[in-house]
């Protein structure tokens, strides 16, 4: 079956401009979570959903983060007034059911951001 | 806190040889271990996982892992390595205990090389 998607596979924008990154997780999935992945390290942990609402942001880097899932399903990461910084591959990963820690969680390809 | 350490940035194997690439934890419970692999330009695709139960671990394309409590430790392995397994290699645990148990807490990666 499908795997997690995500769009767009790469996203150039220039430092204070606005940026979404779209994810869509495996059909049926219930949890949803975000992860930024800087070069030469591993993923570390943004937000985590179960269903529509967002159960843990505490890794939120900052109030210029913010996602959504309006419907439980599609989840949109937004960033406002981006920085060099924000420049980054952030990726997507779902699981089954709410979130139970034993799940596995599956990632998509992720999306390539370039602050310039 | 929970925390991930892969000692190594690299190994390099020869072509039919055994692998070894080590990871030790650190979580405040009982742990649940991941490994994950992640080619070029790719999303992080799940090998095995340690839940409970019998320390050695069995997942995809061959690879093994062992839980060994007293040292922390959740080395991954394989009997005989192929060119193919070439990649980044990722470590990663969650807290069972429900400290911070929505997240992935991933090393910083071991880039294996094998050699033909």
């Known amino acids: 079956g499908a795997g997690v998607s995500q769009t767009p596979s790469n996203k150039v924008t220039e430092k204070g401009k606005y940026v979404e990154l779209r994810c869509d997780p495996i059909?049926?999935?219930?949890?949803l979570y975000w992860y930024r992945q800087s070069l030469g390290q591993g993923p570390e942990f943004l937000i985590y959903?179960?269903?529509?609402?967002?159960?843990?942001d505490s890794g939120l880097p900052n109030d210029r983060f913010f996602a959504v899932r309006p419907e439980g399903s599609v989840s949109t990461l937004k960033i406002q007034r981006t920085e060099r910084g924000d420049s980054a591959v952030y990726l997507c990963?779902?699981?089954?059911?709410?979130?139970?820690?034993?799940?596995?969680?599956?990632f998509g390809p992720g999306t390539r951001l370039l602050v310039l | 806190a929970q925390s991930v350490a892969q000692p190594e940035d690299q190994v390099n194997v020869a072509e039919g040889n055994p692998l070894t690439v080590k990871c030790t934890y650190s979580?405040?419970?009982?742990?649940?271990l991941f490994w994950y692999v992640q080619y070029p330009n790719r999303g992080l695709q799940f090998l095995l996982k340690?839940?409970?139960?019998?320390?050695l671990v069995k997942g995809s394309y061959g690879f093994e892992a062992e839980f060994n409590k007293s040292q922390t430790s959740f080395h991954l392995k394989k009997p005989s390595a192929l060119v193919s397994d070439s990649a980044l290699y990722f470590c990663?645990?969650?807290?069972?205990?429900?400290?911070?148990?929505?997240?992935?807490?991933f090393g910083k990666g071991t880039k294996l090389s094998v050699i033909p």
């Open positions: 340690y839940i409970t139960g019998d320390n």
């Open positions: 959903f179960q269903g529509t609402g967002a159960a843990d």
């Open positions: 990663a645990v969650r807290d069972a205990s429900g400290a911070g148990s929505y997240q992935l807490t």
């Open positions: 059909s049926g999935h219930t949890a």
């Open positions: 990963a779902s699981s089954p059911l709410s979130g139970y820690p034993q799940e596995t969680q599956y």
């Open positions: 979580v405040s419970g009982n742990p649940y």
